[in-house]
């Protein structure tokens, strides 16, 4: 009867010690694949950074370029009279009803 009694508290011993094993490999694992998360939201902060700081530059640039058409144009109508060269009247329909309804408004 101790016997029995032995080899079932034996037992009981080595299925907590498993037990506990693979709580801990989970653990780790667990740590793993944060860390492994971590480093992957890193990377796309970085990536979504250097987007935003794209889309600003072109942004500038664009600003800039439309500036510039609009100061081009608005010389043009004092020197003029007109809003369009006469080389391209007539090229791109939708530009030019854009530019017709553009100064309607005004």
């Given amino acids: 009867?101790?016997?029995?009694?032995?080899?079932?508290?034996?037992?009981?011993?080595?299925?907590?010690?498993g037990i506990g094993w693979l709580v801990e490999r989970g653990a780790r694992e667990r740590q793993r694949s944060l860390g492994e998360q971590r480093a992957a939201l890193e990377r796309?902060?970085?990536?979504?950074?250097?987007?935003?700081?794209?889309?600003?530059?072109?942004?500038?640039?664009l600003a800039a370029a439309l500036d510039a058409r609009e100061k081009w144009l608005r010389t043009l109508v004092a020197e003029?009279?007109?809003?369009?060269?006469?080389?391209?009247r007539g090229t791109d329909p939708a530009e030019a009803r854009l530019r017709r309804h553009l100064e309607a408004s005004a």
Avoid at 1 to 17: I, K, N, P, T, Y
Avoid at 44 to 61: C, K, P
């Fill in 1 to 17: 009867m101790e016997a029995l009694l032995l080899v079932s508290a034996a037992l009981d011993c080595a299925a907590v010690a």
């Fill in 80 to 88: 003029t009279g007109r809003a369009e060269p006469a080389g391209r």
């Fill in 44 to 61: 796309l902060r970085e990536d979504l950074a250097q987007l935003v700081h794209d889309a600003e530059e072109r942004t500038q640039g």
